[in-house]
């Protein structure tokens, strides 16, 4: 089991936070999607290390974007 944290800038209501969750959630192995929408933070967990590549694109395909 792998934890990631990610800071998503642009969620602004429950809805972004559904798509993000949703766009993460397709990710191979991926188990768990925590949204705070307060803070962006996005705690993601998945059975086996995801790639940032993989996260990155899928929050670009939800429509936003991971602060670095
Ligand atoms: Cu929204």
């Not at 188990?31 to 962006?40: C, E, Q, Y």
């Not at 705690?43 to 939800?62: G, I």
Request: aromatic share 2%; proline share 1%.
């Amino acid at each position: 089991m792998a934890t990631s944290t990610y800071t998503v800038t642009g969620m602004t209501c429950g809805h972004c936070v559904a798509s993000v969750q949703k766009e993460i959630g397709k990710i191979d192995g991926v188990t768990s999607v925590d949204v705070d929408l307060t803070s962006g933070r996005v705690q993601v967990e998945s059975a086996a290390p995801l790639t940032d590549a993989a996260v990155l694109a899928a929050v670009d395909e939800a429509g936003y974007q991971v602060a670095s």
